[in-house]
């Protein structure tokens, strides 16, 4: 199994949930980031600003498929939602060890 992790702008979360629909994917993490910057320090789009800004709200959402279905669903996603970064981790097939943290290989594939 395949985890894909994408990052989309909160105006596009509407175009999440009907391209899951369409896919077959029902259950998904949703997850908020919102970051602050510095005052005094510029960004990109408020070049002028010298305030802290708050930055446009991203929000994550990852979910599980199929290995056979992970490239069509990763091209699915980045026609219909259009999401700022995209990526693909390998599920390991054991469970999870009483010890082990996680069972998420978290080298991109």
């Avoid at 708050?54 to 290995?67: G, H, N, Q």
């Amino acid at each position: 199994m395949k985890r894909i992790e994408a990052v989309v702008r909160r105006a596009e979360l509407s175009s999440f949930y009907q391209c899951a629909e369409k896919l077959g994917i029902f259950g998904f993490d949703l997850s908020e980031n919102r970051t602050l910057m510095p005052a005094g320090s510029r960004n990109r789009l408020h070049p002028k600003s010298t305030t802290n800004t708050e930055l446009p709200s991203r929000l994550k959402v990852d979910f599980a498929v199929l290995d056979r279905e992970a490239t069509d669903t990763v091209h699915a996603v980045l026609a219909q939602v259009h999401p700022d970064s995209i990526a693909i981790f390998e599920l390991k097939d054991s469970p999870p060890a009483a010890d082990a943290p996680s069972n998420i290989d978290a080298t991109p594939v």
